[in-house]
């Protein structure tokens, strides 16, 4: 089987975070880096031993003989850089969320159509351990008719804005859930087939000044209802500006026959209630249904993937990009999950700015 040749931009930033399981995976080699930064970029290479190091991205998708790419550059570079090795027949790996504007996402979607290579979207997220084994008990069908689900990222991160100046316009300098996928994606995978058809976001004012004293243009904590296709909704809290303790990945969903509580840390355990496991309301830890329903590729992981960053979520995706490519299928995010994770949150910056309005949501299979 042939090895794939391997190209990471934006490397000496989130970039680096997947130099791990491409090494790991006995089908890639990490073979090119580009970043900006070309000493950043020139120390992470000599770290992993890589000799090709580039600062400008198109010359490295010229020159490197790279079959895949891993975008990790910041949000408003996914888009081109996506098109751009997708117009040379380059598989794409690409940081979230995949598109800052609607107008963008459907260029997005006319290149992958256009190319012979695979695009999938790295929502890590969907991959945590306790994600993946709620997606499963949701595939049995455990849950009944699932009508609610919620998601939070809370991360606070007035410092990290002005470390990475492209959070301050981007993430908190956009009103409305301008960083939805972590919380939506998982969600989305669990209830399967069914995707976001309108939004509407409302947010708590402002509280919170950057250190030129400006206020952030992103409401402290705002709140993105979905509407779904089969009638459910989906409730999304963005907070990247309060002070207060992270909470990343918290998340529930309840069906008729069952429902499932996140932990929100500080000694909380994963939570689930099953009708078929208990006629009393009581919960039960949802590791004691691991045994049972965890592919075994997260019941006995190597240890790269418990090492590797967001609860292993940085390790799988990478596997899961490398098998699509290897076996020609669709990969599980690909770009139409993309869009479904990623166009509400786009929406909701237009329902935030016009009073909270309810506002359709396009699906990206109906483009042209
Ligand atoms: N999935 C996750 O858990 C996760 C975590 C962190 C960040 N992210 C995403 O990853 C992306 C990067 O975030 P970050 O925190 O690493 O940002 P960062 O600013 O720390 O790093 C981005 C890197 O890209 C480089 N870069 C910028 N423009 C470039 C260009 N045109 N060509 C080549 N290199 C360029 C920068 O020099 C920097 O090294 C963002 O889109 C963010 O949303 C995802």
Known sequence: MKELAVGVVGAAGRGSGFFGAFTHNPHTRVEALCDINEEGAKATAESIGVSKVYKDYEEMLDKAGVDAVVIGTPMPFHVPQSVMALERDIHVLSEVPA?????????LVRAVRQSK??????????????????????????????????????????????????????????????????????????????????????????????????????????????????????NIRLDML??????????????????YEADRGFGDKPKIW??????????????????????????????????????????????????AILEDREPPIGIHEAMDMTLPGLV????????????PVPDSREWS
């Open 117 to 234: 290579a695979k695009y999938m979207m790295a929502e890590n997220y969907c991959y945590i351990r306790s994600n993946v084994l709620v997606r499963e008990i949701a595939r049995a069908g455990l849950f009944g008719e699932m009508y609610f689900a919620e998601g939070e990222y809370i991360h606070e991160l007035k410092e990290l804005n002005e470390i990475t100046k492209w959070r301050r316009k981007w993430q908190t300098g956009i009103n409305g859930n301008t960083y939805p996928t972590h919380s939506l994606g998982p969600l989305l995978q669990w209830l399967g087939d069914d995707r976001v058809v309108s939004v509407c976001c409302a947010g708590t004012g402002r509280h919170y000044r950057d250190p030129r004293g400006d206020y952030y243009e992103n409401e402290d904590s705002t709140s993105m209802m979905c509407r779904t296709a089969k009638g459910g909704l989906v």
């Open 99 to 107: 598109a800052v504007s609607i107008e963008e996402a459907k260029d």
């Open 274 to 323: 099953l009708k078929s496991r208990s006629e009393k309301f009581e919960w039960m830890a949802l590791s004691e249904l691991e045994e049972e329903f965890l592919p075994e590729w997260w019941l006995h992981p190597p240890k790269e993937a418990l090492e590797a960053g967001h609860g292993g979520g940085d390790y799988w995706e990478v596997v899961d990009f490398v098998q």
């Open 348 to 359: 909701s910056r237009q329902s935030i700015e016009h009073g909270s309005v309810w506002l």
């Open 242 to 259: 309060s002070a207060r303790p992270h909470n990343l990945t918290y998340c529930s969903l309840q069906g008729t026959d069952g429902c």
